[in-house]
């Protein structure tokens, strides 16, 4: 790991606006751990924000390998959840020492304006452009809208994963980003307990990684297996990984639809998700929202053969590095899993590529450098 630059001081670094850390959940987790655990590696002081019930004892939780941790209350309701997370967590950090604050989501920076009264330098992580997701109602989008316009007003800089969502904020806003994307650290494993729970062969699977809500398409995943399990039912089966806290009803759908040969695993994670990534045949990217995905970028550096639906984001991510099928049409996302099954030389092929250009573009070090940097410059500046 990288030592602090020996002209530079430690900062005191707090981290907004996700469920907290070990990553248990989605991205900004695995970004929130992956960020805090080096940061503090180089000597700065981090702490880390997560979530507790509304009702229970919140403030300080035992350190994670150096890195300070503090949950404050929330509802755990779709719609509730994270303003009002957002909000407490805002509140604490008023009586609490910082020197720059990285905040998480748009959806978190309406009530960003009390960061501002610390004086401390606010940074806010966009994320992708999430009222475009299906699962927000109209309320729900018009926050997240909001939300852009606060993150605007009331950043330092503001932070893009892909230039993609940058050109957007550009076009739509006036306002220029940092760019900066997710990292990759693989671990390869071999096959081993994961596999054997869940009944799965060594390059025998395809695998999907996504949250289970609807404009990430596990259905349109499940309906393009579906067309291979009915020309042949001893095709290589779809591993499903996730699961959705607010999604009951689109959950069963999926259930419903699957053929047998359809493996639902829930959420997975260190190990185990390590074991599923390291095994796997090809891997699908089917999202629709949002800039750069972190399952994607992982799947990547496993040196897996990835087919990703073909959104702007995507696409800048994967280069000539993979394949992609038209956005949404996932009768050619059938057909193209169906040529690259029968080729396994091709698929290797894709998988080195896939490989060499997670690792020389993607890494977790170069990544918190760039934001060490940006950092320093914000308080300089």
């Avoid at 067309?227 to 042949?232: G, H, I, N, P």
Wanted: with cysteine; charged share 20%.
């Amino acid at each position: 790991m990288s030592a602090l630059q020996p002209t530079k001081r430690p900062l005191r670094i707090a981290l907004l606006g996700t469920r907290g850390i070990p990553a248990r959940y989605g991205g900004f987790e695995t970004f929130a751990e992956q960020v805090s655990l080096r940061m503090a590696e180089r000597g700065h002081e981090v702490t880390v924000y997560g979530r507790c019930r509304l009702l229970s004892r919140w403030g300080s939780r035992p350190p994670l390998h150096g890195v300070m941790r503090r949950d404050t209350p929330t509802i755990f309701h779709k719609y509730l959840e994270t303003p009002l997370h957002a909000l407490t967590s805002f509140v604490d950090m008023l009586f609490r020492r910082c020197d720059v604050v990285l905040l998480c989501n748009a959806a978190n920076s309406p009530f960003a304006w009390l960061l501002r009264m610390r004086r401390a330098p606010l940074l806010i992580n966009v994320d992708g452009i999430e009222r475009n997701r299906a699962k927000w109602n109209s309320l729900g989008k018009l926050w997240y809208r909001l939300g852009e316009r606060c993150s605007v007003a009331f950043a330092t800089r503001v932070v893009a994963d892909a230039k993609v969502i940058a050109d957007y904020y550009l076009e739509e806003y006036g306002c220029g980003s940092a760019v900066i994307p997710y990292g990759v650290h693989p671990h390869p494993r071999q096959a081993g307990a994961t596999l054997s729970r869940f009944g799965l062969s060594p390059k025998g699977y395809i695998l999907y990684v996504s949250r289970l809500e609807p404009e990430n398409n596990a259905l349109g995943v499940i309906e393009a297996h579906n067309r291979l399990a009915s020309a042949d039912p001893a095709v290589m089966p779809l591993v499903v990984v996730g699961d959705a806290p607010y999604a009951a009803d689109y959950k069963e759908r999926l259930r419903s639809v699957a053929n047998p040969g359809v493996i639902f695993t829930g959420f997975q994670f260190g190990e185990a998700y390590e074991e599923l990534q390291s095994n796997c045949y090809l891997y699908v990217q089917a999202t629709e929202v949002g800039g750069t995905h972190p399952a994607l970028i992982e799947s990547m550096s496993y040196g897996n053969c990835v087919v990703a639906n073909g959104t702007p984001e995507n696409l800048e991510v994967i280069g000539e590095a993979a394949v992609s099928f038209p956005k949404n049409d996932f009768a050619a996302l059938s057909q193209l899993l169906s040529g690259l099954l029968a080729d396994p030389i091709r698929v290797r092929e894709l998988g080195e590529l896939a490989r060499q250009r997670a690792l020389s573009e993607y890494s977790w070090e170069a990544v918190v450098s760039l934001y060490e940097d940006l950092f320093w410059g914000v308080l300089d500046g």
